[in-house]
């Protein structure tokens, strides 16, 4: 009921951003006219409409976006012709009945005199195809959610609910429209001009979605004048989460925060065969949760690593709870490579359905939760920091279960590359998602889900702006380029920038070039390029691209593939 009643509130505030204002000429078109049998009809289909194809989008493949783009095509027209009927009347009385299948049923009847409901519905039918709001945090949190859990009952509703939330604003602002259009043609007689303005807005309002304006410069207009109000609602639905445990006192109790939870849920087991409450009774317990992509758990493993290694025969037993963010992560191939290559011998649980994150209730990469010998949960960490408070939890937790002359001092890992911990600068990029699903600052204008599109850079870039060049497919989770020499550019803050990548289906690598303010970075570079800006994409992994020598000040960041087929996950920063 929390997550309808935040989708709900999520679609009202839609109004207040720009990337609404393609749409509005084609609600206001009736505003003139009967709410019941004009308004009314044509928003309900307007939001069933957009939900069916967001739903669509979200969990029913290509096939399903691409007969969305040809819809979108398909209603462009059909309203074109609406905004041409509304400038010259005598056009309108000539299309008086259906002329061709879909076309006529969307929009034939919508600007002649009657007040028919089916023909309202009709135009609605074809603004919901067109519809494109921000993906906002509310919107992205629906579409996401969506796309990892599948096709249900609870995402068509989640999304109708959205809709309805954008529905009402319109509404709305529609009965007030038709008011003022009353008082107008009452005092004026403005009949005629206003119906030959309201054609001209509309053919604007067609173009501006044809030029892919609604999906580019609106909507990066919109990030700064919704996404505070959206993230606001999410903070007062959601039960708000649970602070880092500090360090406690040298005095002072662990609460009991619960019990371990079942670990059943696992897929598979590296390092140990599986593992169960039952038998780790009388060990202190540390589980981590990480994915092997997400550079907060990379910078965090050393400790974890190193933990285990001090504290293994005073009875710490660790595990690392695997709980994949990107699909290529859910590969155990791909996860054995990652323990592999950061050196873990500890426990590591495959948790590709999410069973044993859910038991823990836990919604962050990397958690830390301590449990003491009797099974109960002590404390928690989220996030990265705090090593040397963590660390005095397990001491305190090993005292308590009996062990004595533990080792003294904290562990200095002193980890380099992608491993070394984060150069602590606040006004740092956000880490930013390639793909459509939770993609915020796109320069390029209109994304092209699930289908090919040509894209180019625009002039210039505003900081934590980023952009495509060449051709490339943008599914939910990642960009794939379609042909050689494409480009991904960043203008980024930060001392270090990396990326996830993967090569394409063949698995074969992929060459790339990074420069930096167009030339090679230098002693800028990351631990995956040289100094020349060359690098290799060997496998589904996050690439440290650039470490800046001195300081974290704004970049431009540019990579070119110099092979197709390459896929782009996400940018994040240090």
Request: aromatic share 10%; charged share 15%.
């Amino acid at each position: 009921m929390l997550l309808l009643t935040l989708a709900f509130f999520g679609g009202i505030v839609t109004i207040l951003s720009p990337c609404i204002l393609p749409v509005l000429p084609f609600v206001f078109a009736r505003a003139d006219r009967p709410f019941a049998r004009n308004g009314l009809p044509m928003l309900i289909a307007m939001a069933v409409t957009f939900a069916l194809v967001a739903t669509l989008a979200a969990v029913g493949g290509g096939w399903a976006v691409h007969a969305n783009q040809y819809g979108r095509y398909i209603a462009l027209a059909v309203l074109a012709v609406l905004g041409l009927t509304l400038l010259l009347p005598q056009l309108a009385d000539a299309i008086s009945r259906p002329f061709v299948a879909l076309g006529n049923q969307l929009s034939a009847k919508a600007d002649t005199r009657q007040d028919d409901p089916w023909s309202a519905a009709g135009l609605g039918v074809a603004t919901g195809l067109l519809w494109a709001p921000c993906a906002g945090p509310i919107l992205g949190l629906l579409l996401t959610g969506a796309a990892l859990q599948g096709a249900s009952v609870q995402t068509s509703l989640l999304l109708l609910t959205y809709a309805a939330g954008a529905a009402v604003s319109l509404a709305l602002a529609l009965l007030v429209g038709g008011r003022v259009f009353a008082l107008m043609k009452r005092s004026l007689g403005a009949g005629e001009w206003l119906r030959r303005a309201l054609g001209v807005l509309v053919l604007v309002g067609v173009a501006a979605i044809a030029l892919g304006v609604d999906t580019g410069l609106l909507t990066r207009a919109s990030l700064a004048s919704t996404s505070g109000i959206e993230q606001r609602l999410l903070d007062a639905v959601r039960p708000a989460p649970v602070q880092a445990s500090p360090a406690p006192a040298a005095d002072g109790n662990l609460p009991v925060e619960g019990m371990l939870p079942s670990l059943s849920g696992a897929t598979q087991w590296f390092n140990s065969p599986p593992l169960t409450p039952a038998a780790l009774r009388g060990k202190v317990v540390l589980v981590d949760f990480w994915t092997y992509s997400c550079i907060n758990c990379i910078r965090s493993l050393p400790y974890v690593n190193a933990w285990a290694q001090k504290y293994r025969d005073y009875g710490l037993v660790v595990i690392g709870v695997h709980a994949p963010e990107f699909a290529f992560e859910k590969d155990p191939a791909n996860v054995a490579k990652a323990i592999d290559d950061f050196h873990l011998s500890y426990p590591v649980a495959m948790d590709n359905d999410y069973a044993i994150w859910k038991g823990f209730n836990n919604e962050y990469w990397p958690a830390h939760y301590f449990i003491d010998a009797q099974g109960q949960i002590r404390a928690h960490h989220f996030g990265e920091g705090d090593y040397a408070g963590s660390e005095d939890v397990i001491r305190r937790l090993l005292s308590e279960a009996g062990h004595k002359n533990l080792p003294e001092g904290y562990v200095q890992p002193g980890a380099s590359g992608a491993e070394a911990e984060g150069s602590g600068d606040v006004h740092r990029s956000p880490e930013t998602y390639v793909g459509y699903a939770r993609s915020v600052g796109f320069a390029s204008g209109y994304i092209a889900h699930d289908d090919g599109y040509e894209y180019r850079t625009p002039g210039a870039l505003a900081p934590n702006q980023w952009s495509l060049e060449g051709t490339w497919t943008v599914y939910a989770q990642d960009a794939m380029l379609n042909q050689r020499n494409g480009s991904v550019i960043y203008r980024f803050r930060g001392r270090d920038l990396h990326l996830v990548l993967g090569p394409g289906k063949d698995g074969k690598p992929v060459r790339f070039r990074v420069t930096l303010d167009g030339k090679a970075p230098g002693d800028d570079h990351g631990a995956d390029i040289d100094a020349d800006g060359n690098g290799v994409i060997d496998g589904q992994r996050l690439y440290q691209l650039v470490r800046q020598a001195h300081g974290s000040g704004a970049r431009t960041f540019k990579i070119t593939f110099l092979t197709a087929g390459v896929h782009v996950y996400a940018f994040t920063f240090g």
